[in-house]
């Protein structure tokens, strides 16, 4: 009988450490996602706004030289410069290292300056490091531990993630997928859901509408066609390479010769002007149209991914703000609506197939670029898209475009191996 009893004790005292924990997080997320919509909601309205004013006056595009010094100068003057970016938010998840709440204004300031002046970038660099601001400000005002804290700062990154793109699901298993690739941090599952709903429909109420493409051609589901998009994916794995390469040496090159950050941003920026006066604005900013354009009419130039690529290692590697997402959507769209008809696909399908691919490759997280195919284009043609994607993430190797993430269990076998991505 005590025995019984000294069970039946400790289970309720399991019991109500569980429904203590489920209320805590879910509180904590209900505000991180609320706080993360309404920040997701005016940071959206300001790249929206600013891209607008781009758009009716281009002779912006020149004036990005100066908008670069004044990025410089928010970096310098707050101490910032040199590591305050993306990989600190994912390294900071498996590491006790504080991030900055002054890197959220910056990083806000910095990437609507980026798209006002036509710099080649897209939103969720800024979104990720707002996300992790919030989560991490939040976390050390309720007191958090050292073990809860990384929970709190997923939970902030997947909440900005669903503000900006309207995927909720997506955000949720990319905050949990994108820090260790072959982890998936589970605890995390309940507070980023809640975080990325909340979020959700916060900037549902300020009128934002989701992210979404209505496929128009789906082809059969047949064993040629399956084999069609394999290839669409291996395309997608060996541009991820080449284009995670080259913002890696780009970076690398522009600060070896380039010293003075001000002098690097300026020539940088310059250099962008230039080839914005000798091919258009076509490849300015995140390029929202062109995607639009490519998923819905198939319509691409064959040369679209390779110009969009060089604006984007240009912009980030000289140091403007942003993210290489949306641009990666670009290249992987383009891409994909210029092979899929030599393939026998339709544009538009192959389009979808390739922007998906080529996310999964950058990121490494096969995972949230499924439910992303799902959120995006519906559960049509779900099948091509798995097929495309286990492709491109087993080929693209140990790439990444956030050098913080750690590869920790073998794409090619079940062995833990822990290295850092390239």
Same mark, same amino acid.
């Given at each position: 009988m005590e025995k019984f009893k000294e069970v039946a004790l400790h289970d309720a005292v399991r019991v109500k450490q569980y429904i203590l924990s489920f209320f805590k997080w879910t509180l904590i997320a209900l505000i991180t996602g609320g706080v993360g919509?309404?920040?997701?909601?005016?940071?959206?309205?300001? &790249?929206?706004?600013?891209?607008?004013?781009?758009a009716l006056h281009p002779w912006l595009c020149f004036l990005l030289p100066g908008g670069g010094l004044i990025i410089a100068f928010l970096y310098r003057v707050t101490k910032l410069s040199g590591h305050a970016d993306t990989n600190l938010i994912i390294s900071s998840v498996r590491t006790d290292e504080k991030v900055p709440i002054l890197l959220a204004p910056v990083i806000f300031?910095?990437?609507?300056?980026? /798209?006002?002046?036509?710099?080649?970038?897209?939103?969720e660099g800024a979104a990720l490091q707002l996300g992790g601001c919030i989560g991490s400000f939040i976390g050390r005002a309720v007191r958090l531990n050292e073990k809860d804290m990384p929970i709190a700062l997923m939970c902030g990154m997947s909440g900005l993630f669903s503000a900006l793109f309207g995927t909720p699901l997506t955000a949720t298993v990319f $905050?949990?997928?994108? =820090?260790?690739? !072959?982890?998936?941090?589970?605890?995390?599952?309940?507070?980023? *859901?809640?975080?990325?709903?909340?979020?959700?429909? *916060?900037t549902t109420l300020f009128g934002l509408e989701a992210t979404a493409?209505?496929?128009?051609? *789906?082809?059969?589901?047949?064993?040629?066609?399956?084999?069609?998009?394999?290839?669409?994916?291996?395309? $997608?794995?060996?541009?991820?390479?080449?284009?995670?390469?080259?913002?890696?040496?780009? /970076?690398?090159?522009?600060?070896?010769?380039?010293?003075?950050?001000?002098?690097?941003?300026?020539?940088?920026?310059?250099? =962008?002007?230039?080839?914005?006066?000798?091919?258009?604005?076509?490849?300015?900013?995140?390029?929202?149209?062109?995607?639009?354009?490519?998923?819905?009419?198939?319509?691409?130039?064959?040369?679209?991914?390779?110009?969009?690529?060089?604006?984007?290692?240009?912009?980030?590697?000289? !140091?403007?703000?942003?993210?290489? &997402? *949306?641009?990666?959507?670009?290249?992987?769209?383009?891409?994909?609506?210029?092979?899929?008809?030599l393939l026998g696909l339709p544009a538009?399908? !192959?389009?979808?197939?390739?922007?998906?691919?080529?996310?999964?490759?950058?990121?490494?997280?096969?995972i949230a670029s499924i439910l992303l195919s799902i959120e995006l284009f519906g559960s049509q043609g779900l099948i091509f898209f798995a097929v495309a994607l286990c492709v491109s993430y087993m080929l693209?190797?140990?790439?990444?475009?956030?050098?913080?993430?750690?590869?920790?269990?073998?794409k090619r076998r079940a062995r833990f191996i822990n290295k850092q991505a390239k």
């Open positions: 919509g309404a920040l997701g909601a005016g940071f959206r309205w300001a &790249i929206s706004y600013v891209t607008e004013i781009r300031v910095s990437t609507v300056i980026t /798209h006002l002046f036509g710099g080649s970038a897209g939103r $905050a949990m997928e994108v =820090i260790s690739v !072959g982890v998936i941090y589970y605890s995390a599952f309940l507070p980023c *859901i809640v975080a990325a709903l909340t979020a959700y429909g *916060i493409f209505p496929l128009k051609e *789906i082809p059969a589901l047949t064993i040629p066609n399956l084999l069609t998009v394999a290839v669409i994916g291996l395309a $997608a794995a060996v541009i991820s390479i080449v284009f995670c390469v080259l913002l890696e040496k780009t /970076h690398a090159l522009a600060a070896g010769f380039f010293r003075n950050e001000y002098l690097r941003v300026a020539v940088g920026g310059s250099v =962008i002007a230039l080839l914005t006066l000798l091919l258009g604005t076509r490849y300015n900013g995140t390029g929202s149209a062109v995607i639009a354009a490519a998923i819905t009419e198939g319509a691409a130039l064959p040369y679209d991914f390779i110009l969009k690529m060089l604006f984007t290692v240009i912009t980030i590697g000289f !140091g403007y703000k942003g993210g290489e &997402i *949306i641009p990666t959507f670009f290249i992987g769209a383009t891409l994909g609506a210029t092979l899929a008809p538009s399908f !192959g389009a979808a197939i390739g922007l998906v691919a080529l996310f999964c490759a950058v990121v490494n997280c096969p693209s190797g140990y790439y990444s475009l956030y050098s913080g993430q750690k590869i920790m269990y073998s």
